[in-house]
């Protein structure tokens, strides 16, 4: 089956410096990778996609995101955190069988931007 | 504004009962995905209609069972409830039932506190 890990439950980082949001995969076949983030007490809302293409994936609010096949990891990055990306990022996956679009996600990892 | 509503947003209740969970799904899109989030579990799939038909099923309990009506709104029946069914309920949307982007768009969810 389809799934994707985040190694880290908390990512702290100073706003201004860099951040990345680890995530790995294990799929058979090609992956249909995605990220989403959750502010508090809000729904989840999508940030990017990979489904084929470019390895390097922009999405809204100046992320973007690394897909290496050979690392089986699609890490999520950003040049200069701001307090305001605080929130619970989840790393997802397209799961078959391919009637659906459903999406297996991982157990999320929470960023926290200090001023 | 995702313009998926579910109703209601929270809701407490006994051991023993049941409730319904709403979901009005983005106008236009066909297909209506359920998902519960608990901090044990995190993000767990549950279930896909799309147009009425059951698409794809998760780790769903067979105390819980979900519809889509002609009108395209879903509803989530849960019954028998255990303390452990507390958790966050969420519904997502999308165009189709397969081949779509795999963007989900994700209501803010039904917050259930079983006492």
């Known amino acids: 089956a389809q799934s994707v890990a985040q190694p880290e439950d908390q990512v702290n980082v100073a706003e201004g410096n860099p951040l990345t949001v680890k995530c790995t995969y294990s799929v058979s076949g090609n992956p249909y990778l995605f990220w989403y983030v959750q502010y508090p007490n809000r729904g989840l809302q999508f940030l990017l996609k990979y489904i084929t293409g470019d390895n390097l994936v922009k999405g809204s609010y100046g992320f973007e995101a690394e897909f290496n096949k050979s690392q089986t990891s699609f890490h999520l990055k950003k040049p200069s955190a701001l307090v305001s990306d605080s929130a619970l990022y989840f790393c997802a996956v397209r799961d078959p069988p391919y009637n659906t679009d459903k999406l297996i996600f991982g157990t999320g990892t929470r960023l926290q931007v200090f001023p | 504004d995702s313009g998926v509503t579910q109703t209601p947003k929270h809701l407490i209740t006994a051991t023993g009962q049941r409730v319904t969970l709403r979901c009005s799904p983005r106008?236009?899109?066909?297909?209506v995905y359920w998902y519960q989030q608990s901090l044990d579990q995190g993000l767990q799939f549950l279930i896909h209609y799309y147009n009425g038909e059951e698409r794809a099923k998760g780790n769903i309990l067979e105390r819980f069972s979900a519809q889509q009506f002609p009108d395209l709104h879903s509803e989530l029946n849960l019954s028998s409830l255990e303390l452990g069914d507390s958790a966050l309920y969420f519904c997502?949307?999308?165009?189709?039932?397969?081949?779509?982007?795999?963007?989900?768009?994700f209501g803010e969810g039904s917050r259930l506190t079983v006492l």
């Open positions: 106008s236009g899109d066909l297909s």
């Open positions: 997502a949307s999308s165009p189709h039932g397969f081949g779509n982007t795999g963007e989900l768009f």
